[in-house]
């Protein structure tokens, strides 16, 4: 993977970020996991966005360069991870939602609680973040390079099994069809309308 593919929108990187694998390494050790789920957010043009009006201190990741990481906490609780996506100066980001474990399965357990099946270990943004170990730390980190936190390459998904659909919990533009996943995988996050969602145009 490289900087090519990401310097892409936000709509157009978040499908073809499904089955790329998200590495993270940490004084605890290493734990990888394969994107099942993700959510483009297209910056000052996307209500829903964190940069839609313009650029803080908070978002500062998220207008680039693409390659790099754009963390934030949410609702004062839980880290969620995007990767920073299109031009530099233009905000656009993809939020990683759900994945599957596929190294390190015993430290994310640890992370996220023993009684934590597999399929939900790294389900949601929050539940993502925490079993990979990654916090406000990694804001800004570069992931085509790492070290801390490398994104790869991982097996072909086929169109097919892509599904597209409304973003979770977001009270604007929450119709936009900018959520992507693989049809039928258990790691996939259940899709909540918040209950302040608004109607909204565009798509």
Do not use: K
Not at 43 to 67: K, L
Not at 133 to 152: D, F, K, Q, R, Y
Not at 175 to 183: G, N, Y
């Amino acid at each position: 993977m490289d900087i090519d593919f990401l310097a892409r929108p936000a709509e157009e990187v978040a499908p073809t970020l499904l089955g790329s694998v998200l590495t993270c390494r940490t004084a605890e050790g290493t734990v990888s996991v394969v994107l099942t789920e993700t959510e483009a957010y297209s910056g000052t043009a996307d209500p829903a966005s964190h940069a839609y009006r313009g650029r803080t201190p908070r978002n500062a990741a998220m207008f680039g360069p693409a390659g790099h990481l754009y963390v934030y906490r949410s609702h004062g609780l839980h880290w969620c991870a995007n990767v920073v996506t299109g031009t530099e100066g233009v905000a656009s980001a993809v939020l990683v939602r759900a994945g599957r474990v596929v190294e390190g399965e015993d430290l994310a357990r640890e992370r996220r609680g023993e009684r934590v099946d597999g399929p939900r270990l790294a389900r949601g943004p929050g539940n993502f973040c925490r079993a990979l170990g990654i916090t406000g730390e990694h804001n800004g980190a570069a992931v085509l390079s790492g070290p801390a936190v490398v994104l790869s390459e991982g097996e072909p998904v086929p169109a097919a099994l892509i599904r597209v659909g409304p973003r979770v919990g977001v009270s604007r533009a929450h119709d936009w069809q900018h959520r992507f996943s693989l049809a039928g995988d258990p790691t996939v996050s259940a899709y909540r309308l918040s209950p302040r969602a608004r109607p909204s145009a565009g798509s």
